[in-house]
């Protein structure tokens, strides 16, 4: 079990069944480097901002602006380390490939569930509040909402959220259609809702007050970064990116600079919102607004300009946000599921690629059908920190890999390397298990049950399926045993070997 645990996928195996060396077709290189970049920023700026400010200020106060520049610099060190692997993994999976080809099956697999879980309660917490919104615009143009019993979840006044489920199953369609269609649609939406946050910033600037920064940390630097792990949710997502290593064209090059572009932008945007949006009202109103479950940034608006127009805008651009949002994150959990098809440790539906789409209809139907009974029974929005301690999991594994996969497979083609290793992964490491310790008790309690569940569904499935099992893989190990990438100054090998004692047959990859 032991050694199960610690096989490795080789490198190049991993990039000849990027390019179609597998059975089924490919997925289609639609994407350049705009779109991608589109597509980061759109799984990151969600509602997040929206409401964010009215439970993190209380904790900061107008120290806030140093929470989101904490949670920045936490993102933004695992982000280097995520383009490097991207340049030296460019395949689709994401964190769980990475971790395949570096920690070995047992960890990818953990490592897969935590994206799972980071990306399934995203797409439902999220998606839960879509009806809201549209309830919001619907009330101000027509003046017609619909009954909470079939806007809002269970225990929030509901019998079924039939929004959430509603925009869920229509991001499923767009999705199977096609990734270039889903694309150009999410381009034209990433454009609206950073439109609309711009708006409101321009706005909110012309009521700026100096004093309202006067008592800039009341709790001190604890209650900066206590605010920093909450603030952490709205940069989840921006790991999107590198599971579209095979729908982009040059990937190499292409998904390191979307990875920066999007955090670079995503940042700039975060940090001037919340600077607009302290500044043009005192830090006391925001918990208030917030306990009464009023939209900050619409309320600001609102009494900024004494109009209605401008929140109804924002709303506007919130329902807008929403569809992008669970647009793109069910693209990175089809993904994540369709890497591990592959390699055996869920069924094979999950890796099936429509001849005539390029894309996994089944697996993304499926994932559609689930997350959208999520939202539409099941009340999440208090799960926000356990996409947190996920996405936090999933980064202190992305600076593991770094490091192991520079000594095991040192001549890897390596486009962007690190800079200052092993410091920046040490700390990417560091200040992710740091901000994950300031989560609650309950997060970490829920996080143990999730990752039991996943080890029992390894021992019953996964393990006996696995691809690096079935081809007779031995563990990697630094003495050249079958499944080795390459040590110290050994070049990655062409991953063939003879089948296993006792077969007939081809040759089969390495593993």
């Not at 993102?75 to 993994?89: D, F, I, K, P, T």
């Not at 994206?115 to 917490?125: F, Q």
């Not at 990116?241 to 095979?246: H, M, Q, Y």
Request: with cysteine; glycine share 10%; hydrophobic share 50%.
């Amino acid at each position: 079990m032991a050694d199960e645990l610690r096989r490795r996928k080789p490198l190049n195996e991993m990039v000849a069944e990027a390019d179609g060396d597998y059975s089924g077709p490919p997925l289609r290189r639609s994407m350049g480097l705009w779109q991608l970049t589109l597509l980061g920023i759109s799984s990151v700026v969600g509602t997040g901002i929206f409401f964010v400010l009215g439970t993190t200020v209380p904790k900061a106060g107008p120290g806030v602006v140093l929470s989101f520049a904490v949670a920045a610099a936490v993102a933004g060190l695992g982000a280097l380390c995520y383009v490097e692997l991207a340049g030296a993994v460019p395949v689709s999976g994401s964190t769980y490939s990475y971790a395949y080809a570096s920690l070995g099956e047992g960890a990818a697999y953990l490592v897969a569930w935590c994206l799972i879980l980071e990306y399934g309660v995203a797409v439902s917490t999220v998606a839960v509040s879509w009806g809201q919104y549209l309830n919001e615009v619907g009330d101000a143009l027509l003046g017609v909402t619909l009954p909470d019993v079939i806007s809002q979840p269970p225990g929030a006044g509901g019998l079924v959220n039939v929004p959430a489920l509603v925009v869920v199953l229509l991001c499923s369609l767009l999705l199977a259609r096609g990734t270039r269609e889903s694309a150009r649609v999410n381009a034209v939406m990433v454009c609206v809702k950073i439109g609309v946050l711009v708006f409101f910033v321009v706005v909110a600037l012309t009521a700026f007050t100096a004093d309202n920064f006067s008592d800039f940390a009341p709790h001190g630097v604890g209650g900066v970064t206590v605010a920093a792990s909450g603030v952490f949710f709205s940069y989840v997502g921006f790991d999107t990116v590198s599971t579209a290593g095979e729908e982009v064209r040059n990937p190499r090059r292409t998904i390191p600079l979307a990875l920066l572009f999007t955090l670079l932008a995503v940042t700039t945007l975060y940090v001037t919102v919340a600077v607009a949006a302290v500044g043009a009202q005192p830090a006391s109103r925001f918990g208030e607004q917030a306990d009464a479950g009023e939209a900050v940034l619409a309320e600001i608006l609102r009494n900024v300009t004494g109009l209605g127009w401008p929140a109804l805008l924002l709303s506007a651009g919130a329902v807008v946000s929403i569809f992008s949002v669970v647009l793109v994150t069910l693209f990175g959990q089809t993904r994540i599921l369709f890497s591990m098809a592959r390699d055996g440790l869920v069924p094979e539906i999950f890796r099936r690629v429509d001849r005539k789409r390029h894309t996994p209809v089944h697996n993304t139907w499926i994932v559609g059908a689930g997350v959208g009974l999520l939202a539409a029974f099941v009340p999440l929005q208090h799960l926000a920190d356990l996409t947190s301690l996920g996405t936090l999991i999933a980064f202190v594994a992305v600076a593991a890999a770094v490091v192991v996969l520079r000594r095991i497979a040192p001549d890897a083609p390596r486009p962007f390397r690190v800079p200052f290793y092993p410091v920046v992964p040490a700390l990417s490491a560091l200040s992710c298990l740091y901000l994950a310790y300031l989560l609650p008790g309950i997060t970490w309690t829920l996080f143990a049950v999730w990752l039991l569940l996943a080890a029992v569904l390894y021992l019953v499935f996964g393990r006996r399926h696995s691809r690096l099992r079935r081809s007779g893989a031995a563990p990697d190990d630094a003495h050249g045993v079958p499944g080795q990438v390459g040590t110290g100054a050994d070049a990655v090998t062409d991953g063939r070997v003879p089948p296993p004692a006792g077969g007939s047959g081809p040759t089969v990859p390495r593993a």
